[in-house]
T-cell receptor, first 117, second 112 residues
């Protein structure tokens, strides 16, 4: 399976600021995804990061709040913009596709724990 | 849309007890089914999976069988250890690079 790293691993931010989270994979992958895990909750898909085109957002998530970049097949960023305390969550990237080891399995990064004051 | 329902937790067991965590799904077609585990302070790790009906996924003593007739994928382990304490997530989907739908997660605590 692919090795996935995320930066930063955690951060404490002030209300109204923005944070960019990086996701790096050690091999080329077709699909990359961004999830949010609110405290004590399950995972919710934010968007699918598409290489060379705009991300595909799920219902309830918009590009202005969560802009995503995918410049190549091994890297993606998620920005959480104009943060409020409700954005305090763990943000996880995942990868799927042939290079992840299986065409239908997703593997997850270690997550970024964000606290907004 | 797809949905996944897990048994409510938390589940508290003594070491060497038998574990069952129920999971049922609603989906169009025949999704792949997964169990992921999240240890304290860590990301999600794939525990096991099954891609078609009657498949049994197994890993680290955990097992789950894809039951199409009952749309279920219950997780079992015959003898749990303290180190199994974690949050367990059932998920469905993944076909054709598709997204995963997660259950709400079940917290498992195993006491010595």
């Amino acid at each position: 399976s692919a090795v996935i790293s995320q930066k930063p691993s955690r951060d404490i931010c002030q209300r109204g600021t923005s944070l960019t989270i990086q996701c790096q994979v050690d091999s080329q992958v077709t699909m990359m995804f961004w999830y949010r895990q609110q405290p004590g909750q399950s995972l919710t898909l934010i968007a699918t990061a598409n290489q060379g085109s705009e991300a595909t957002y799920e219902s309830g998530f918009v590009i202005d709040k969560f802009p995503i970049s995918r410049p190549n097949l091994t890297f993606s960023t998620l920005t959480v913009s104009n943060m409020s305390p409700e954005d305090s969550s763990i943000y996880l990237c995942s990868v799927g596709g042939k290079a992840s080891g299986s065409t239908d399995t997703q593997y997850f990064g270690p997550g970024t724990r964000l606290t907004v004051l | 849309g797809d949905s996944v329902t897990q048994m409510e937790g938390p589940v508290t067991l003594s070491e060497e007890a038998f574990l069952t965590i129920n999971c049922t799904y609603t989906a169009t077609g025949y999704p792949s089914l997964f169990w992921y585990v999240q240890y304290p302070g860590e990301g999600l790790q794939l525990l096991l999976k099954a891609t078609k009906a009657d498949d049994k996924g197994s890993n680290k003593g955990f097992e789950a069988t894809y039951r199409k007739e009952t749309t279920s994928f219950h997780l079992e382990k015959g003898s749990v250890q303290v180190s199994d304490s974690a949050v367990y997530f059932c998920a469905a989907g993944g076909t054709s690079y598709g997204k995963l739908t997660f259950g709400q997660g079940t917290i498992l605590t195993v006491h010595p």
